[in-house]
């Protein structure tokens, strides 16, 4: 079956689930989840002594079921299981396909203090964990470094004093787990703990400014007795009624980092997004990004700078399809410089 038949067959699919799609099961459960499939393209050519490749690839990516429990109005149970292909790397690169993503119970304490206890998303970040929720269809700043954490295991703080203000502060098993985009933290306490927080402030019209940080008291297999520190601020401003921007600066030292590139676990990253609607249902995201990796001492690591352009265009409120071009520039690697294409069909209820 060619790629052209391939994508039909998928938007056909999606757009036959809204007809057994449940939304609120009865005043207690409610059930929401998304699917996401596409079409990637990578073309790579090599620095001086590496050879060009390329690869693609044609999956659903992801999917997402998730059951909200209200048994009482001061208590909310959420319960969620993730699905990505071995094709796509599996959950946690371990061979799994399934996994209990969400698992947690969150208690309203008082009008101001919710308290949420199982297991949680770090709030770090300003790109969505959730390949349904991302601005492009590859991120645009977790290449090598990979600072923003994925699933751990604690309890987690919020307090909102006024509608402008709100601070949260997350004790956890560990800021990371197998990798930083893991679904899990390594379940221990013993030999090693993590804690987050952040503060958000809205108290300027159109205006979202975002400060978190982090700490793992212990970096991964590759520098297991480094303790890991990460640092990130965004902010994101609307301008009209058609357009928006937003910005953020994440640092991040120790720990491992994406595709074994050794001994580069201290840099930053950042990035720089604009948006605009062209009409309700058409709209683009504009990206400029980058990375600047250093050793623990005074070695150079790799770098890049990424510009990228992503258009979309929403069918349904349901069902919508995305496109994406990027460039890629290294420095200090085994690239020398990437294209990628792909093309996204997503459905959610």
């Not at 079921?65 to 071995?86: G, Q, W």
């Not at 150079?300 to 929403?314: E, F, T």
Request: one cysteine or more; aromatic letters at 14%.
């Amino acid at each position: 079956m060619n790629i052209r038949m391939k994508l039909a067959v998928v938007a056909a699919f999606a757009a036959a689930l809204p007809a057994f799609a449940q939304i609120k099961i009865n005043d207690s459960v409610s059930v929401t989840g998304w699917t996401v499939g596409s079409y990637q393209y990578t073309g790579t050519k090599g620095s001086a002594g590496n050879l060009d490749t390329s690869s693609d690839s044609f999956n659903v990516d992801a999917a997402y079921l998730a059951a909200t429990i209200t048994p009482t109005k001061n208590v909310t149970a959420l319960v969620s299981f993730y699905y990505k292909p071995d094709t796509e790397g599996g959950i946690n690169g371990a061979g799994e396909e399934v996994t209990l993503l969400d698992a947690n119970v969150a208690w309203a304490a008082t009008d101001t203090l919710t308290i949420t206890a199982g297991k949680f998303l770090s709030p770090l970040g300003y790109e969505s964990y959730y390949a349904i929720s991302d601005n492009m269809i590859s991120l645009a700043n977790q290449q090598f470094l990979a600072p923003i954490p994925g699933y751990h295991e604690g309890v987690n703080f919020v307090y909102a004093p006024d509608k402008t203000t709100s601070m949260g502060i997350g004790l956890v098993d560990s800021l990371y787990g197998a990798n930083a985009a893991s679904t899990e933290g390594d379940g221990h306490l013993e030999h090693n703990f993590g804690t987050e927080g952040y503060i958000q402030y809205t108290g300027v019209e159109n205006l979202t400014l975002w400060l978190g940080a982090g700490y793992d008291s212990k970096g991964g297999p590759q520098d297991p007795l480094h303790d890991v520190y990460v640092v990130d601020f965004w902010a994101s401003y609307q301008i009209d009624k058609t357009s928006s921007v937003a910005v953020e600066e994440i640092y991040k030292d120790g720990g491992d980092v994406a595709f074994g590139v050794s001994p580069t676990n201290k840099g930053s990253n950042w990035l720089a997004y604009y948006q605009y609607n062209f009409t309700d249902k058409l709209s683009s995201w504009f990206c400029f990004s980058g990375e600047d990796t250093s050793s623990l001492g005074a070695v150079s690591g790799p770098r890049y700078w990424k510009a990228s352009i992503s258009p979309a265009y929403a069918i349904t409120a349901n069902l919508s399809v995305k496109a994406q071009y990027s460039y890629t520039k290294y420095s200090n690697f085994t690239a020398k410089d990437a294209n990628f294409f792909g093309f996204q069909v997503a459905f959610k209820f």
